[in-house]
């Protein structure tokens, strides 16, 4: 996992050079992904990479967990905390307080993506997201929001692959073990939407790459082959209509 931790820090640094930009730009938001994307673009630009801290009726737990990381690693920060915003948009669109339906907590990650590109464009710094293929396969990302990004370094690496690259970039254990969460609504968890673990998904997702379903549990086969299926719409480029 050393010479991933390198090639994928090679890999933003290429980019970032290829599109004449000047450094990298991501939401920290304390959990397991945006840590070590933040830390691989640390390594890849030691004196440009900024992490947005963007708060949104946040735990303070994710805040806390964002500082350690970006202490350690010694990554710049900025803070916008996006709850007021949140609200007036909520106010403005439907005149309801805020409840915990989709289309509602959607709102939270394409915010942050305004805030991104707001202060990539001032900066001429590339968006770098979080998004793993465990997510990217079966569509667990919002589209226009954290799927909204210039870069994705995980992209090609597995939740559980994640996991054994943050021991090796020696990422927060607290971090590492926590609950993953995309944090929409409190005690919202990655693994209570999907539907099971990542570990599963991950033995699932091998398992159609491979076509050997040798001790899966086909029922959860088939609703990962569903998944995937559905979000196919999110992974590819906008449908054009050529005449």
């Not at 996992?1 to 939401?27: D, Q, T």
């Not at 992904?33 to 946040?58: E, Y």
């Not at 919202?188 to 491979?210: C, H, P």
């Not at 990962?224 to 050529?242: N, Q």
Request: hydrophobic residues 40%; charged residues 25%.
């Amino acid at each position: 996992m050393n010479k991933v931790a390198e090639l994928l820090s090679g890999w933003i640094r290429k980019k970032v050079e290829e599109a004449s930009a000047e450094g990298v730009i991501l939401g920290m938001s304390g959990g397991l992904d945006s840590s070590v994307t933040a830390v691989l673009c640390k390594n890849a630009f030691p004196k440009s990479t900024l992490g947005l801290i963007m708060p949104c009726f946040s735990d303070p737990e994710d805040i806390a967990h964002v500082k350690q990381v970006a202490e350690k690693f010694d990554i710049e920060t900025r803070k916008v905390d996006l709850s007021p915003v949140f609200l007036t948009v909520l106010e403005t669109l439907e005149s309801r307080a805020y409840e915990g339906d989709i289309a509602t907590a959607n709102l939270k990650p394409r915010l942050r993506m305004l805030v991104l590109y707001y202060f990539a464009n001032k900066l001429n710094y590339l968006v770098v997201g979080t998004g793993n293929k465990s997510e990217l396969m079966i569509g667990y990302f919002t589209k226009y929001g954290d799927g909204g990004v210039d870069l994705l370094p995980l992209g090609d690496l597995l939740k559980t692959e994640v996991r054994a690259l943050a021991e090796v970039l020696d990422i927060p254990k607290a971090i590492i073990e926590m609950p993953p969460s995309a944090g929409l609504w409190a005690g919202q968890t990655d693994e209570t939407e999907i539907g099971m673990s990542y570990e599963v998904l991950d033995g699932v997702l091998k398992a159609i790459a491979s076509t050997d379903f040798a001790g899966c549990d086909m029922d959860k086969v088939e609703k990962v082959k569903d998944m995937v299926k559905r979000a196919g719409h999110k992974r590819e480029k906008t449908p054009v209509a050529y005449l």
